[in-house]
């Protein structure tokens, strides 16, 4: 897998690439950050965070799945040596640590918070 590095600011770099491990890492957080609805050139792809993730009340159980399953079917990624998912129900954070294998035998983690509120 080949995939065009970002730079500090999460921006594409011009004329820079990575490979193996680091496209995959690249590939998740790219997959986890985009939101469905939200690439013109297909609607359907991208986590439905608003749609099925931040609505009331909380399923927990759907939004774990949803999650585990868009990181597990990232090319390059094996499997999930650990993920916890964890929920404020009165702030609506919701924060995902995980820590994910590659096919190329190396393991990252990684965070992730979100807050619908903007809070």
């Known amino acids: 897998m080949i995939r065009r590095e970002f730079d500090v600011n999460g921006d594409y770099a011009i004329n820079r690439f990575v490979t193996e491990s680091p496209a995959t890492i690249q590939a998740v957080t790219t997959r986890l950050r985009l939101f469905k609805g939200e690439w013109f050139l297909n609607l359907n792809s991208g986590v439905p965070w ?7 009340p909380a399923r ?60």
Request: charged fraction near 25%.
């Open 60 to 119: 927990l159980n759907e939004v774990d799945r949803i999650i585990r399953n868009k990181i597990l079917q990232t090319e390059g990624v094996s499997g999930l040596s650990s993920f916890d998912l964890n929920f404020d129900s009165t702030t609506r954070k919701l924060s995902v640590e995980f820590t994910a294998e590659t096919i190329y035998g190396d393991e990252f983690e990684d965070v992730i918070g979100l807050n619908p509120l903007g809070v």
């Open 50 to 56: 608003y749609q099925r993730i931040f609505v009331k």
